[in-house]
């Protein structure tokens, strides 16, 4: 049972780009709950959320790219 390495760096990928997302969309999503007098609030609000299912996704897409890396033998 041989590891794909170029699907397990896709996954790594994936996964380091989810890193940062995880960190930004709720500190932007705080900024915006701290922000609630301004005009602005359910833009950023919303970018926030954006943020935060972006980072899920990308996350779940990565670690499925790497489980299919390490036990799928050649489909």
């Given at each position: 049972m041989a590891t794909n390495k170029d699907l397990l760096a896709k996954g790594l990928k994936y996964?380091?780009?989810?890193l940062p997302l995880?960190?930004?969309g709720p500190s932007i999503m705080y900024?915006?709950?701290m922000n609630k007098h301004t005009n602005w609030?359910?833009?950023i609000l919303a970018i926030g959320c954006v943020l935060c299912?972006?980072?899920v996704?990308?996350?779940f897409r990565g670690?499925?790219?790497m489980?299919?890396?390490l036990f799928n033998d050649g489909k």
């Open positions: 996964l380091f780009g989810a995880m960190f930004i900024n915006a709950f609030h359910y833009l299912i972006t980072s996704y990308l996350a670690l499925k790219i489980t299919d890396a």
